[in-house]
């Protein structure tokens, strides 16, 4: 084996070890409502799109999430109720943020981010292009 075929199978062993753990924290998020879920599958068919296409073809035939992951992909399509959970979600992790003994600097680095965040899932499509 070769160093570019060795390094493009360590690329694809850590790109699907990276989509299953965030495939676990997306499972963490279904149970605990402040955590995202959506994201962490979305950035895992990702991970999954560059190195495994049986495990991309498992997230977006997914009984649950495979329609939404199948309309980002195609359309970059944030559905109306993933906003809202992700803005409740960073609402309640902000405020209690903001109850914690953390410094200024770190809580005005999460509402930087989490701003901007919102104001990409802002800009997304809600629905898929009507043909």
Same mark, same amino acid.
């Given at each position: 084996?070769?160093?570019?075929?060795?390094?493009?199978? +360590? @690329?694809?062993?850590?790109? @699907?070890?990276?989509?299953? !753990?965030? $495939?676990?924290?997306?499972? $963490?998020?279904?149970?605990?409502? %402040?955590?995202? #879920?959506?994201?962490?599958?979305?950035?895992?068919? !990702?991970?999954? !799109? *560059?190195?495994?296409?049986?495990?991309? =073809?498992?997230?977006? =035939? *997914?009984?649950?999430?495979?329609?939404?992951? &199948? &309309?980002? &992909? /195609?359309? @970059? $399509?944030?559905?109306? @109720?993933?906003? +809202?959970? /992700?803005?409740?979600?960073?609402? #309640?992790?902000?405020?209690?943020?903001? =109850?914690?003994? /953390?410094?200024?600097? %770190? $809580?005005?680095?999460?509402?930087?981010?989490?701003? /901007?965040?919102?104001? +990409?899932?802002?800009?997304?499509?809600? &629905?898929?292009?009507?043909?």
């Amino acid at each position: 084996m070769n160093i570019k075929s060795s390094l493009i199978c +360590y @690329k694809n062993v850590g790109l @699907k070890m990276l989509g299953l !753990t965030l $495939v676990a924290l997306g499972i $963490v998020g279904i149970m605990l409502p %402040v955590m995202p #879920t959506t994201i962490f599958f979305i950035l895992a068919l !990702t991970c999954f !799109t *560059h190195s495994s296409p049986a495990l991309a =073809n498992w997230l977006l =035939n *997914h009984p649950r999430y495979g329609v939404t992951l &199948q &309309q980002w &992909q /195609a359309h @970059k $399509v944030v559905p109306t @109720k993933a906003k +809202y959970f /992700a803005a409740i979600g960073m609402l #309640t992790g902000f405020i209690l943020l903001l =109850n914690s003994t /953390a410094p200024n600097w %770190v $809580v005005y680095l999460v509402a930087a981010i989490e701003i /901007a965040v919102m104001i +990409y899932l802002i800009l997304r499509p809600s &629905q898929p292009p009507q043909h």
